[in-house]
């Protein structure tokens, strides 16, 4: 229950920064995004099973499923590098809050 209101309220907050105008708030809710769907993904893998997912210590009705945990970490790894793609543009380019008059 508490990792579904976890991921409700990142989803929410995500939104509502997306939703604004300026660029640099945009980026902070698709990494907010990024990390609510890897609370998902997490949770995919069941949390209720912690162990180490290796064969020789532990019993495998007890270890964790590897496969989500690989996903998380490729999700980090891809987010990481959009987000660092998308505040080079915004440092780069220029202001995103100018208005058009034509």
């Known amino acids: 229950m508490t990792l579904a209101i976890t991921v409700g309220v ?3 907050g995500a939104v509502f920064l997306m939703l604004q105008r ?10 907010l995004l990024g990390q609510a769907a890897n609370l998902i993904l ?5 949390t209720y ?6 064969l020789d210590y532990t019993p495998v ?3 964790s499923d590897p496969l989500p945990q690989a996903f ?16 080079t543009i915004a440092t780069a380019g220029c202001s995103d809050d100018t208005e058009d008059r034509s």
């Not at 997490?42 to 069941?46: D, E, R, V």
Request: hydrophobic fraction near 65%; charged fraction near 5%.
């Open 72 to 87: 998380v970490l490729t999700a980090i790894v891809i987010a990481f590098s959009i987000t660092i793609y998308m505040l």
């Open 22 to 31: 300026g660029l640099v708030r945009i980026i902070l809710g698709f990494v």
């Open 42 to 46: 997490m949770s995919a893998g069941g």
């Open 61 to 63: 009705d007890q270890a």
């Open 49 to 54: 099973l912690r162990a180490q997912p290796l």
């Open 10 to 12: 990142l989803v929410s």
